[in-house]
C-alpha cells in the first residue's frame, strides 16, 4: 500500500461517527442550488394547505406599535402564481446579503490577488504559537459583530486562510470563524448596533403593555461581555477536539505559499500599513467627532452612526482592503496600471459566480417562506405553548431559550422575530417577576445558538460557496456536520452560564437585575 493510500484509510477512520453520517446524508442532498429550490416547492405546498385550513394568529407587533392579524398565505392561487413570477427578480436583487458581499469582495479580491493577504498572514504566523490560533479566530469572530454583518465576509474566509498557511485544515478555521461570527453573534465586550434594535423593541412591547420601565441598550452587556470568554473556550475545545479530527488530513487542491518574505514584500508590507493607518483616521474623523460627515441626523435631531452602520459601513470595508492592497500591489510590481486593478477586481468577481447563482433560488425560498406567513405561525404557536406550560423562574427562561433556538431554525431575522415575541413575553415574564433585560438576554442566547445550522440564515448559502475554494464537493451536508457541535454545545453551556448567573443573582447589564 502506497503512503497516499494509507494517509486515505487513516483519513477515513479518522472522520468516521456521527457527524460523518450526517456529511454523507447531507451531500447526497442535490446540488445546494437545487436543494434551496426543493425547499422553495415544499414551501409553496405547505402554505396552500395551511392557508386552507384558514390558519392565522394576530398579535401586538412592537415594531409596527399596533396589533395584527396575519393569515397563511396560499402561493398556489393565481395571486400567489403571479407573485412568484413578479417578484423573482426583486428578491434575488434585494437578497440582503448579495449586494454586500459582491461590495465587499471588490476589496477584498484586490487584496488577495497582489497577494497582501499571502504576506500578511506568513509575518502573523512566523512567530505565532499554534494553539493560540483557534481561540484568536474565535474571538476575531464574536468581536466582528460590533460592524453587523461585515464578519461573515472578512473573518470567516480569512479563518480558512490562517488554518491553511499553518498547516491545518483550512475548513476547520472557517468552521470556528463561522461559529464566532454566527454562533456568538450576540457574544461582544462592546455595545453593538443589535443592542439598541432589540432594547428598542422590548421598550416597545413594554409600552403596549402599560409597563412603567425602560431599558438601556447597555442592559445585557454584563452577561454577553463574559459569553464572549465563555462561547471562545467552548468553541476552541469543539474545533480542536471534535471538528478538525472528524474532517480529517486535508487532501484538497489548495497549497499555500510558505516561501519566506522577502524584503520587497516587507516594503510592500510597510507601505500598506501606512495606507491603512492613513485610511483608518480619515474615517475616525469622518465618524466620530460629535458633528462628523457621516454622522446623520434621527428623528430627535441627535446626530448618529445608525444609518452609516447600516447603509455605508459595506463601501468603507471595500477600501478598507482596497487601498492597502493597492498599495502593497503597486510597491511589488503586480499592479502597474488601472487595468491591473480592475483585473483583480473581476477575478474576485469571477470566484463569486457560483454564489450568485445559489443566492438566486436561497433567495426565493426566504421570500416565499416570509410571504406564506408560515414563520410568523410556526413563532406564535410557539409561544402559545411555552405561555401554557405554567413554568416560573429557571424552568420558564431555560424552556424559553431552547423554544427561541427552535423558532430561530424557521425565521431568520433576530429583530423580526423579537417584534413578534417580545409583546407576548415581556409582559408575561414580568408579571412573572423576571426581569425585561433578563428575557431578552435569554432570547438572545437561544436565538444565537442555532445560527450556524439553519439555511434561512441570510449568509448559510455563501459560507457553502467559501468552502468549494477549499473543498470542491463539499456541500450543505459538510457544512451543517461541521456546525452542528458548536450549535448544540453553544446552546447547552451558554444555557448552563446563564442558570449559573441567575443562581449567583447577577445583574445582566448596568443597572439591570434579573427579577423585579
Not at 400567489?80 to 454586500?100: D, E, H, I, V
Not at 486593478?341 to 445559489?358: D, H, I, N
Request: neutral net charge; hydrophobic residues 50%.
Amino acid at each position: 500500500m502506497s503512503e497516499k493510500e494509507k494517509m486515505n484509510t487513516q483519513n477515513k477512520k479518522e472522520i468516521s461517527g456521527f457527524l460523518k453520517g450526517v456529511e454523507i446524508i447531507g451531500n447526497k442532498l442535490p446540488h445546494p442550488a437545487m436543494l434551496f429550490l426543493l425547499l422553495a416547492v415544499i414551501v409553496v405546498i405547505i402554505s396552500h394547505f395551511v392557508a386552507a385550513q384558514g390558519v392565522s394568529v394576530t398579535y401586538f407587533d412592537a415594531r409596527a406599535k399596533a396589533e395584527v392579524t396575519k393569515k397563511a398565505v396560499s402561493l398556489l392561487t393565481p395571486d400567489g402564481l403571479r407573485y412568484m413570477f413578479n417578484s423573482a427578480t426583486k428578491n434575488f436583487t434585494g437578497f440582503a446579503p448579495l449586494g454586500t458581499v459582491l461590495v465587499a469582495m471588490l476589496g477584498v479580491g484586490v487584496a488577495e490577488w497582489t497577494g497582501l493577504f499571502n504576506t500578511s498572514l506568513k509575518k502573523l504566523l512566523m512567530n505565532a504559537n499554534p494553539k493560540f490560533l483557534t481561540p484568536i479566530v474565535l474571538f476575531a469572530g464574536i468581536m466582528s459583530n460590533i460592524a453587523s454583518d461585515a464578519g461573515y465576509i472578512i473573518v470567516i474566509p480569512i479563518g480558512a486562510l490562517i488554518f491553511a498557511m499553518a498547516g491545518r485544515h483550512p475548513l476547520a478555521g472557517m468552521a470556528a470563524a463561522f461559529a464566532g461570527v454566527s454562533g456568538g453573534f450576540s457574544a461582544n465586550l462592546l455595545i453593538g448596533t443589535t443592542d439598541p434594535l432589540l432594547t428598542g423593541i422590548t421598550n416597545q412591547a413594554l409600552k403596549a403593555a402599560g409597563i412603567d420601565m425602560t431599558l438601556d441598550p447597555t442592559c445585557n452587556w454584563y452577561f454577553l461581555a463574559a459569553s464572549t470568554f465563555v462561547l471562545t473556550l467552548i468553541g476552541t475545545i469543539v474545533t480542536d477536539k471534535i471538528v478538525e479530527p472528524n474532517l480529517g488530513t486535508y487532501t484538497g487542491k489548495y497549497r499555500p505559499d510558505n516561501a519566506p518574505v522577502t524584503d520587497l514584500e516587507n516594503k510592500a508590507l510597510r507601505n500598506a500599513t501606512i495606507a491603512l493607518i492613513i485610511y483608518v483616521l480619515i474615517m475616525g474623523l469622518l465618524m466620530f467627532p460629535a458633528n462628523a460627515l457621516f454622522r446623520s441626523p434621527e428623528p430627535d435631531g441627535v446626530l448618529t452612526l445608525k444609518a452609516f452602520l447600516h447603509d455605508g459601513l459595506i463601501p468603507g470595508i471595500l477600501l478598507l482592503f482596497l487601498i492597502p492592497g493597492a498599495a502593497y500591489g503597486w510597491t511589488t510590481g503586480k499592479l502597474r496600471t488601472s487595468h491591473d486593478l480592475v483585473a483583480a477586481m473581476t477575478e474576485a468577481m469571477k470566484s463569486m459566480g457560483g454564489y450568485m447563482v445559489l443566492a438566486f433560488f436561497a433567495s426565493q425560498f426566504i421570500a416565499y417562506f416570509g410571504k406564506t406567513n408560515l414563520g410568523l405561525i410556526v413563532s406564535f404557536k410557539g409561544a402559545d405553548a411555552l405561555e401554557a406550560a405554567g413554568l416560573t423562574g429557571l424552568p420558564l427562561i431555560i424552556l424559553f431559550i431552547f423554544l427561541s433556538a427552535f423558532l430561530n431554525l424557521f425565521m431568520g431575522s433576530a429583530s423580526a422575530k423579537w417584534a413578534i415575541m417580545a409583546p407576548i413575553f415581556v409582559p408575561m415574564m414580568y408579571r412573572l417577576g423576571l426581569s425585561p433585560a433578563l428575557t431578552q438576554v435569554a432570547y438572545r442566547i437561544g436565538d444565537s445558538s442555532t445560527n450556524i445550522i439553519t439555511p434561512l440564515m441570510s449568509y448559510f448559502a455563501m459560507i457553502v460557496v467559501f468552502m468549494n475554494k477549499y473543498e470542491e464537493d463539499a456541500g450543505l451536508g459538510t457544512l451543517t456536520s461541521m456546525m452542528l457541535p458548536y450549535s448544540m454545545s453553544f446552546l447547552c453551556f451558554w444555557t448552563i452560564m446563564m442558570a449559573l448567573w441567575m443562581m449567583a443573582g447577577l445583574p445582566v447589564g448596568p443597572g439591570a437585575g434579573l427579577f423585579l
